[in-house]
């Protein structure tokens, strides 16, 4: 039995906790992926009592249940991650050839080898999350969790059997998983899940979206070696991105190979003696061995009983919170992508964290949204922080400076390939501060980073300017961008605080 007997002050507030109460658990979890196990190892931490619930996964079956480590680890960024490298091979392969390495006419790629390697990987990290909870004091129970009552979770356990258990607060942590448009003939289709484990490489692939998931599958497929189609409603790919770099990635995408297909809808898929016929709003014919969907992903909340328990859901049935990541239930909480915020893993480790700090910690902390990086693992990758140009014109006051460099890089000058790298800097005259960042090209995620630090401290173009580059790297020129391409006026109205 437990019960930590502490006080909440939040936002100056005293929570009245039932100090008398006892619980089976300070914190009882469900859903074991990036945010659900930073929260509770955190709690844990703190000196809370702590269980969390998740189901087992089957290691070499495409069927999508659970994995302590969460869709992070187990079906998304780590194993995609994995085929990027893959896939980026065959290409690098291409390229060493000017650079002196003797490559035969044929190389051969082996999927099969590569699904394993990953596989191996992916047990090996859900061995080491589940070690990380031991380690942490914290219960492991292997099931589907419910809420039943706003300090009750019921377990399903593997064999069928229920048990209930008490907790002070309940932290719902189940994730999203992708969703299909309903297509004629869409269960003929993959999503990201599938597509992680096939057992065949596909020859030809049709992606349906243009989104994160689309344009790192289309490049992972095209990478090592098959036909392409990419299909999405849009002009450009990657909406919400800015549209200069959208418009980087759609050439790159297609200077590797990729067929293009913008502003195109799937109207039907038919199994034929040669694979999927994939039908387009254009008349357009396709004939694929896969096709993926990759047209969003929806949160986890439909097994919860959250409706039953009065836990407010938005349309989306992502579940509500406010700054501190809490539900109208006052002792239930919700983090990550089941609440639909900004959906990226590194931000569910952070509202863990704030989580942890604030029910445990005796530090109230909200989640911070600003300046969080992020990128698209295509080939090559993009990656941004702060705003697009189309954000700063919308949400900044005064003229806005727009520093671009597109080049060759170096590592290309020898190798002949064809493909820039676009950085972009956008500033803001009145006060010098940089407001976004972007760049397409090797290592972008990798510079990103840094510059995001940078944004984060508030930094202005001079600090830029007088920062000593690190040569020779695509990265210096970042701190060598001196004048700027263009002019753009924001809105009349201020809506950021810079
Ligand atoms: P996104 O929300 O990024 O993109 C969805 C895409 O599907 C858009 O291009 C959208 O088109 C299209 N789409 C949606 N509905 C339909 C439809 N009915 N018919 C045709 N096209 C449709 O989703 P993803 O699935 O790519 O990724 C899911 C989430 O996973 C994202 O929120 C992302 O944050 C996260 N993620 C992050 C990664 C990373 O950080 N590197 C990697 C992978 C995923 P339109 O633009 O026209 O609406």
Redesign the pocket.
């Known amino acids: 039995m437990s019960g930590l007997g502490r006080k909440m002050i939040i936002d100056g507030e005293v929570e009245k906790i039932d100090e008398e109460a006892h619980y089976d658990f300070d914190l009882f979890v469900i859903g074991a992926g990036s945010g659900g196990v930073r929260a509770s190892r955190f709690s844990a931490q703190y000196g809370a009592k702590v269980a969390i619930c998740e189901l087992p996964f089957h290691p070499i079956s495409s069927e999508v249940i659970g994995g302590v480590g969460g869709t992070c680890v187990i079906r ?2 780590v194993p ?1 991650k994995i085929l990027v490298y893959g896939a980026s091979f065959g290409p690098e392969l291409e390229d060493a050839r000017n650079y002196g390495w003797e490559i035969g006419e044929r190389v051969d790629f082996n999927w099969k080898k590569l699904l394993h390697k990953k596989t191996e990987e992916i047990v090996r990290l859900n061995g080491i999350y589940k070690r990380l909870l031991s380690n942490a004091g914290v219960k492991l129970f292997e099931g589907e969790g419910r809420v039943v009552g706003p300090n009750e979770v019921e377990l399903t356990q593997l064999d069928g059997a229920k048990i209930s258990y008490s907790a002070k607060h309940i932290l719902i942590a189940t994730g999203s998983r ?1 969703q299909r ?1 309903a297509i004629p003939g869409q269960e003929l289709a993959i999503t990201s899940d599938e597509a992680l484990s096939l057992e065949e490489l596909p020859k030809r692939v049709v992606v ?7 344009v ?1 599958f289309a490049s992972i497929w095209r990478g090592m070696g098959a036909a392409v189609d990419l299909c ?3 002009e450009l790919p990657l ?1 919400g991105f800015d549209d200069e770099m959208r418009a980087v990635v759609a050439r790159n995408l297609e200077g590797r190979g990729v067929n293009l297909h913008p502003q195109t ?1 799937l109207t039907q898929l038919v199994k034929t003696d040669d694979g999927i016929k994939v039908v387009t709003d254009h008349g357009e014919e396709l004939i694929a061995d896969a096709v993926l969907f ?4 929806a949160p986890n909340t439909k097994r919860l009983n959250l409706e039953a328990v009065g836990v407010e859901l938005d349309k989306t049935r992502a579940i509500k919170v406010d700054e501190y990541s809490r539900t109208n239930i006052p002792s239930i909480w919700a983090i990550g992508d089941v609440t639909n915020r900004m ?2 893993t590194p931000v569910a480790l952070m509202e863990g964290t704030c989580f942890a700090k604030t029910v445990f910690g005796e530090q109230p902390t909200k989640p911070d949204y600003i300046h969080v990086p ?4 295509c080939i090559p990758p993009l990656s941004v922080v702060g705003l697009s140009e189309e954000q700063a014109i919308e949400q900044v006051n005064g003229e806005i400076l727009v520093f671009t460099s597109t080049f060759n890089p170096m590592k290309n000058t020898i190798s002949g390939r064809q493909e820039k790298t676009v950085m972009k800097l956008l500033v803001h005259a009145e006060t010098d501060k940089v407001l976004g960042a972007s760049m397409c090209g090797p290592d972008a995620p990798e510079i990103m980073q840094g510059i995001a630090i940078a944004l984060k401290c508030g930094a202005t173009k001079a600090q830029f300017d007088s920062t000593v580059g690190i040569h020779p790297s695509a990265a210096e020129e970042f701190v060598t961008m001196r004048t700027p391409t263009r002019r753009v006026t924001g809105a009349v109205k201020p809506k950021t605080n810079l």
Do not use: Q, S
């Open positions: 998304g960024c995609k992708a448009p349906l979206g243009a989104g994160y998931i689309a790192e999405f409603r849009k909406r809808n990759a047209t969003g992903r959906n990226l992020c990128a698209t693992f």
